[in-house]
């Protein structure tokens, strides 16, 4: 662990918790969503696909491995907790391929690969890219393969120091907006499991709760994930927040008899022209906040900022796998089938594999469209909180990679001095 990283986890009063060997935050009790071993060479990740009904980390050696079954898989999940995550699968790289004549080649060609396999998140490409300048940098310097692993090491480690300051940044931003009595909706999980530790919406609202704040929250279930229903709800129960879920069909209502008078949400992707990529369903809250006049916000990394991408329509949109979507109809038949409610023939799932297709369902077919994010207009943001500060949607176009990261680095440093 470098010194940075060391200083930061003493100066946030992070301890580890033996059992479940993450550092834990004193007042909320969250864990941190990932860390690495350097002793042993291991990735170490909170298991979000078994929250919320056991707590426990998931660990890998290998950096496929953790690229595809950590971050594509959703072990790991949220646009800065992948980023972080994937620069130490770019150290795992380092380490297997040091003693490889074509080393740096093959950690090129690891680092791109990691950096793609969730690619509307900004964070992964910038964080495994960062790694890349770092060793290319120990190369051109002359130094060897053991040199340069250390060189990667020492910036995964920088990443996460840096992005457990910045969420510190995120959160005072952000409690500018919050007053006792505010109940807030929120989408998907924009929170501490979406980033190092307390970091996009939930991280505001938590530091603001366990503060003395009084604040609820309207947790939509995120469809088909569940990410809001089963994550969101997790975090905010640990640290105490009061919270009411709703399912996806139920924001107006939910606006018109709740007193929602503020929508929080974490981002994935921010384009110049202040459009916002987030999961699927934000652009929906947006349009009806509008009709109801209440403001809506995105809470954000400054790393999901991309200034090269000019507006939302040029954000890549990932697309899932529709198992996401029809395996729980595919439980239902099981549990029907072993409660005799329906016959032994009956079908095993719904729509039938024979029915599906892939393209425009012709007649007799069904498609099934599972996109992970969509893209809210600037028009219908009020808002958009970083750990930069608070910006409209059209000041992002101000914002250039060296402007951020100056102002970055001012914040990174007044935290350490």
Not at 45 to 68: F, M, R, S
Not at 70 to 76: L, N, R, Y
Not at 235 to 241: C, D, H, M, P, T
Not at 264 to 271: F, H, I, Q
Request: proline share 5%; net charge negative.
């Amino acid at each position: 662990m470098n010194s940075e990283l060391e200083r930061v986890v003493k100066k946030m009063g992070l301890s580890e918790d033996s059992e479940l060997g993450l550092p834990i935050h004193a007042k909320t009790t969250l864990p941190v969503t990932l860390w690495y071993d350097h002793s042993k060479e291991l990735l170490i990740l909170l298991d979000q696909n078994k929250l919320p009904y056991e707590v426990t980390t998931w660990k890998t050696l290998d950096w496929k491995e953790g690229a595809i079954k950590g971050i594509k898989e959703m072990i790991v999940r949220g646009s800065q907790a992948i980023g972080v995550a994937g620069a130490y699968c770019v150290l795992l790289a380092a380490c297997h391929f040091s003693r490889e004549s074509d080393f740096l080649e093959k950690l090129i060609e690891a680092a791109n690969f990691i950096g793609n396999v969730r690619p509307t998140a900004a964070p992964l490409s910038w964080a495994t890219g960062e790694c890349i300048l770092a060793a290319k940098k120990a190369f051109e310097e002359g130094f060897g393969p053991s040199e340069i692993v250390e060189s990667v090491r020492n910036r995964a480690d920088q990443i996460m120091a840096y992005d457990l300051i910045l969420n510190y940044y995120l959160r005072k931003e952000g409690m500018k907006l919050l007053k006792g009595g505010d109940v807030i909706m929120t989408h998907c999980n924009g929170g501490s499991l979406s980033s190092t530790l307390m970091g996009h919406a939930l991280g505001i609202i938590e530091e603001a709760y366990v503060n003395g704040l009084d604040l609820m929250v309207v947790s939509k279930e995120t469809r088909p994930r569940s990410q809001g229903y089963r994550l969101t709800v997790w975090e905010l129960n640990r640290a105490g927040v009061p919270v009411t879920i709703v399912t996806d069909n139920m924001i107006s209502i939910s606006m018109e008899r709740m007193g929602i008078n503020m929508v929080l949400l974490g981002a994935d992707r921010v384009a110049a022209d202040g459009s916002v990529a987030n999961k699927v369903g934000s652009a929906d809250i947006a349009r009806i906040a509008k009709d109801y006049n209440v403001p809506f916000y995105f809470a954000t990394s400054y790393t999901t900022i991309s200034p090269e991408i000019t507006d939302g329509n040029s954000i890549p949109i990932e697309e899932r796998s529709i198992d996401e979507i029809t395996e729980p109809y595919r439980l239902l038949a099981k549990e029907l089938k072993e409660s005799n409610k329906i016959s032994s023939s009956a079908l095993d799932e719904w729509p039938p594999t024979t029915c599906l297709s892939e393209k425009k369902p012709m007649r007799g077919q069904v498609r099934l469209y599972n996109p992970a994010f969509d893209i809210t207009p600037p028009n219908l943001i009020r808002g958009i909180v970083t750990d930069l500060g608070l910006f409209q949607p059209k000041e992002i176009s101000n914002l250039t990679r060296e402007k951020m990261a100056l102002l970055a680095r001012e914040r990174i440093s007044n935290f350490l001095t």
